[in-house]
């Protein structure tokens, strides 16, 4: 069984790291968001892309969820004590790889080749795409009238201002990347990860394509949301903004258009009728990965789950 | 008596650093060579600039003469393990630097409003003008018909290229900057110190309306040819391949329509003659700074003749 799995920052990593440990590369690939890139000092920063890589390559930093392990911060210390941005935290290894992509960028490279590239070097052999090779950059307009780039949203403000909409600005001209729409057409399940509805996975689905081609395939997915809460980030607190009551359900209905599974936590069994109701066939499993043991369980059952999804929609 | 040094890298930055040491702010200022400035990882570097800011700041490697003295290198490292360009040596510390002037830029701030930024948290005091606030680019053009940027031909090729001349691109239609100007208006006597003539002084004198104003004061030059050859770097590589004997007198010729007095090392003297011979008034001393101590021998020395020569052109 081949799987393709959608990903954003931590959460999504977890899981795909879970699955590579069980998968050979060639039954699994991801499609990573790219609307939380963004440019400081000159140089060109994938937020996402970075988590998952590292924490396929095991250089991620466990604690902090983001950035390399081992790290130190002479760089960063600098820039902070001359004044100059100090908002967002960039570890001294970290800034190797962003020196890298500016430089493969600056050099005409596509952002998927660079990944590769660093892919190859960090020994990651699962294929790992950015959604695009075109710049798609995640907007939050908040209520107070403000428009907001994402990092400055997450990370300057730490999501405090109230969203009132989100915006993938470029996304409509963006175009998908070759492997990644082959690595759709082969897969036998599409996997939504645990990552954020809102700013992780839609801007995937927003490019031209995706959806289109992931609709016609066994698509499930695995609810960032437990207990009505967001297991990390910020995606309970926009469910709630937006008018909408942050629970798994609410996750289910937001992929009820093209969605065939549904794995949602034990602390939110109560949500297993509505769910069915919506035709949508759920799994009530642990989701929160506290450890590596966990992600490997937790993506052991979500396999067995995509095995029966696939023979159901046979 | 007020000095305005023109400089650029380490042989000059050692010279003016003595200087600062006995004249206060208000007496010494200095206008930096950027032709040597360049783009690598989408990062604006001033080569130049930064030593001899850091040298002024106590900041600066005294083994290296560039970048920072206590330095961690996971950046570089990382770069050079992921494949990218690892040619250029980029310390921690120093990148902080390069992001810091490098977001200044992008949010169009001038060169010279960021470097009298990064003084003032230096405890830099006595006024660093960069030549020009326009990009400036020197360029070797060598005898096999290449064309090299000038950190390409310093740094990844250690100069090994033959020279046929140099280009200073952009240099005709780059302003002066105004501080600078001011400070050559100001000041009684103009110190040439001894940084290479074709690449470090050269490019400075190149920018509209400097040398225009400098040959109007009374100009002093200090050798950095010692006993034929260069007391660092590629000065008298160049003389050699333009067919030009590397000498102490060679120096005093290049600045020779607007020098007034020139400053040749004990090991010289018999080059004294030749030089009174062009009526520029020469001074015999020892030129080799080995530390911080003949540094402020040779300052105080450059001082006193810079007296004379003043008395003598009044």
Redesign the interface.
Known sequence: MKILALAGGVGGAKLVDGLARILPPEQLSVIVNTGDDFE?????ISPDLDTVCYTLAGLANPITGWGQKD??W??????A?????DWFRLG??D???H??R???L?LGKRLSEITL??CE?WGVKHPVYPMSDDPVRTLVHAKDGSTLGFQEYFVQRACAPEVEKFEFKGVESSSPVGGAIAAIEEADVVLLTPSNPWVSIEPILAVPEYLERISQKPVIAVSPIVGGKALKGPAAKMYHELGIQPCASAVANHYRDFLNGFVLDTIDADELEKIERWRIIPLVADIVMKDQQDRVRLAEEVLAFSEMVLNRSR
Chains 1, 2 share one sequence.
Do not use: D, Y
Not at 40 to 44: A, C, S, Y
């Open positions: 400081i000092f000159g140089l060109n790290e130190t002479h760089t960063f210390q600098t820039v004590h001359l004044g100059g941005p001294n290894k800034l190797g790889t020196l890298f500016t430089e493969g600056r590239e660093l070097r």
